[in-house]
C-alpha cells in the first residue's frame, strides 16, 4: 500500500484535473449533457489506453536501448521540470479547430489527461516501484480526472476561475519538486556505480 502512495501523489500532480478543468469547461461550453458523458468517457478510456501501451511498448525499447533506471530518472526529471516551469509560466494554453467528436481522445485523453509529463512520471515510477502499485496509481488518477470533469460545474462553483488557476499552479509547483527530487534520486544512483535496467 505504500508503493501506491509513493506512485499516486507523483501521478496527481502530473495529471493536474484541477488545472486542466477550466480548459474542459471552455471546451464542453454549449453542448448538451449528454455529449459532455460521452466526451468524458472518451477522454478516460484514451487516456488509459494510451498509459498502459506506452507503460508496455516504453519500458521495452528503453530495456533494448541499454537506458538504466539513473538514465531516464535524469531525463525524465529535467523534462518534468521543463514542462512544470511552462505551465507555471504560462498565461494561459490556447487550441483551435478542435473536432467534437473526437474532444474527448484528443486533446482531453492526449495530451491533458495523460501527457508527457504523466508519460515520463510512470515509467520512472514503475522501474523504481514496481507494475502494479504504477499502474494502480494511474488508473486511479485518470478516473479522479474523469469524475473531476462529471463534477467540473460545482468544483467551478466553489473554486472560482481564479481559485482553479491558483490551484492549478500550486500543482505545476510541486510537479517541478518531485522533478528536482527525479533527478537527486538518479544522480545518487549513477554515482554508486549500481544503476539498473529499468524492470
Do not use: H
Amino acid at each position: 500500500m505504500n508503493k501506491f502512495w509513493l506512485c499516486f501523489f507523483p501521478i496527481f500532480m502530473a495529471v493536474n484535473a484541477i488545472g486542466v478543468l477550466p480548459m474542459f469547461m471552455n471546451f464542453t461550453e454549449g453542448l448538451d449533457r449528454q455529449k459532455i458523458r460521452k466526451i468524458i468517457v472518451q477522454s478516460v478510456i484514451t487516456a488509459t489506453v494510451v498509459a498502459l501501451v506506452f507503460l508496455a511498448v516504453g519500458k521495452i525499447i528503453l530495456n533494448l536501448l541499454g537506458i538504466t533506471v539513473a538514465d531516464f530518472m535524469i531525463a525524465g526529471g529535467a523534462l518534468l521540470f521543463i514542462i512544470s516551469l511552462d505551465d507555471l509560466l504560462a498565461v494561459e494554453k490556447k487550441w483551435s479547430q478542435i473536432d467534437p467528436e473526437s474532444l474527448g481522445a484528443v486533446p482531453l485523453g492526449v495530451p491533458l489527461i495523460v501527457g508527457p509529463a504523466v508519460l515520463t512520471t510512470i515509467l520512472i515510477l514503475i522501474g523504481e516501484y514496481g507494475p502494479v502499485a504504477t499502474v494502480a496509481a494511474l488508473i486511479v488518477n485518470i478516473f479522479i480526472a474523469g469524475m473531476t470533469f462529471w463534477m467540473s460545474a460545482p468544483i467551478i462553483r466553489f473554486l472560482g476561475k481564479s481559485g482553479a488557476k491558483t490551484v492549478s499552479k500550486l500543482g505545476d509547483l510541486l510537479l517541478a519538486a518531485i522533478a528536482v527530487m527525479m533527478v537527486r534520486k538518479g544522480l545518487t544512483i549513477l554515482l554508486s556505480g549500481t544503476p539498473s535496467i529499468l524492470q
